[in-house]
């Protein structure tokens, strides 16, 4: 079976590292821009989009940083793919920028990377840093 590929893409935002966490850590924050509807359930996450359904794992965060999701099968067992969501600020500029970490299969990473450029874009219109 294919495996798929690790990627990273940074978006500049022009956000306080603490507004942003807010629209990355916590289920009403990531269904205004990442997906149509996010329930959580203690650590797990679920992520809708039109009828898709994706359940992930918060396995670790940082407060005003980072968090990470694990993807879950349907026993919610971890599976070897998660996304993670850094906040990377400038010490000296205090430029703000949101990094994304996420995997693809190789056909679909052009896709996978317009998918995220896009959610992002809709992230920047949320808190009004376009």
């Known amino acids: ?3 798929k590929i690790r990627y990273e893409l940074e978006f500049p935002l022009n956000s ?5 966490y807010q629209y990355i850590s916590t289920p009403s924050g990531l269904q205004e821009w990442f997906a149509d509807n996010v329930n959580s359930r203690g650590e797990f996450f ?4 039109n009828d898709t359904e994706e359940k992930a794992r918060l396995s670790s965060k ?4 980072k968090v990470k999701f ?3 099968d349907d026993a919610q067992n971890d599976t070897e793919y998660y996304f993670e969501l850094r906040i990377l600020e400038d010490e000296i500029t ?3 920028s949101l990094v ?3 995997f693809a299969f190789e056909e679909e990473l052009d896709e996978s990377q317009l ?3 896009n959610q992002v874009s809709d992230l920047k219109h949320v808190i009004g840093s376009n």
Do not use: A
């Not at 306080?16 to 942003?20: I, K, R």
């Not at 679920?46 to 989009?49: P, S």
């Not at 940082?62 to 940083?65: D, F, L, N, S």
């Open 62 to 65: 940082k407060t005003g940083e």
């Open 94 to 96: 205090k430029d703000v």
């Open 16 to 20: 306080s590292p603490q507004l942003l």
């Open 70 to 72: 694990k993807w879950v």
């Open 115 to 117: 998918l995220w450029e």
């Open 100 to 102: 994304v970490i996420d």
């Open 1 to 3: 079976m294919e495996n």
């Open 46 to 49: 679920t992520f809708i989009w």
